[in-house]
């Protein structure tokens, strides 16, 4: 039998766990899901938006089964990492119990592009832009090599 070393634990926190953090945590899995558990939460969760589910879907994301959490569900979770991705949850929860590490980078909030196709231009930069920034900071930060890009 063989002792298996734990996974880093990552935490994506956001305000409503609707949008940012449900993206950052598709990607995460997406491209560093062998090596890491990774969950998202928010200080005042609500849905997960469905334009979000939609852009990360193009990207070849499925992110559809999703729930919206809070982050009272998880304060008990001993994250190795916790990543704030806006600013709100930042000033919310600047100390999060258990975490090894907390470390932040805002990302705009794509949400108040409104609800139309008008708004997926904005989707889809924000979700660019998490992949391009979250996943190499969850990277760096936890010491792994740098993921190689999955399609």
């Not at 592009?113 to 231009?121: F, T």
């Not at 998490?130 to 969850?138: F, M």
Request: glycine residues 8%; hydrophobic residues 40%; aromatic residues 4%.
């Amino acid at each position: 039998m063989t002792d298996q070393v734990p996974k880093p634990r990552v935490l994506v926190l956001c305000t409503g766990n609707s949008c940012r953090s449900q993206m950052g945590e598709g990607w995460l899995r997406h491209d560093l899901g062998e090596r890491i558990e990774v969950r998202s939460a928010g200080t005042h969760p609500t849905l997960v938006h469905p334009r979000a589910i939609e852009v990360m879907a193009e990207a070849g994301v499925d992110i559809s089964s999703h729930t919206s959490t809070s982050v009272e569900d998880v304060k008990a979770v001993p994250f190795d990492l916790v990543v704030t991705v806006c600013d709100s949850a930042r000033e919310t929860c600047p100390v999060f119990p258990g975490a090894r590490k907390v470390v932040h980078h805002a990302f705009e909030d794509p949400v108040y592009a409104g609800m139309g196709e008008d708004a997926l231009p904005a989707f889809r930069r924000v979700r660019d832009e998490i992949r391009a920034v979250l996943v190499p900071l969850v990277a760096r930060e936890l010491g792994l090599s740098a993921p190689g890009r999955r399609p």
